[in-house]
Nanobody
Framework: QVQLVESGGGLVQAGGSLRLSCTASGSIFIFNVMGWYRQAPGKQRELVAI???????TYADSLKGRFTISRGNAKNMVYLQMNSLKPEDTAVYYC?????????WGKGILVTVSS
């Protein structure tokens, strides 16, 4: 059973920074993709960024330059460094793991950016 646990969310003022962490546990295929998605109130869940086990990254175009995704040395952790946060970044952020043939989601963590 694979579990994803997010941490690092909270309340921050506009212009501030936060770093989200996600730890995956359980049986994980060595070649996988980990990433972050977010869902703002009243909106659909959207891609933030993903990173492969080989280190290739993909970002939502609107977030390039402000957000950085990375993986831990143990490869079962993924981080999201968020800088220059804006009120529109307020959302529940979900950790995601694609480990064929399955996809797993964390429970989500709230990030609130005040103006």
């Amino acid at each position: 059973q694979v579990q994803l646990v997010e941490s690092g969310g909270g309340l921050v003022q506009a212009g501030g920074s936060l770093r989200l962490s996600c730890t995956a546990s359980g049986s994980i295929f060595i070649f996988n993709v980990m990433g972050w998605y977010r869902q703002a109130p009243g909106k659909q869940r959207e891609l933030v960024a993903i990173i492969t086990s080989g280190g290739t990254t993909t970002y939502a175009d609107s977030l390039k330059g402000r957000f950085t995704i990375s993986r831990g040395n143990a490869k079962n952790m993924v981080y999201l460094q968020m800088n220059s946060l804006k009120p529109e970044d307020t959302a529940v952020y979900y950790c995601n793991l694609q480990s064929r043939p399955s996809t797993y989601w964390g429970k989500g963590i709230l990030v609130t950016v005040s103006s």
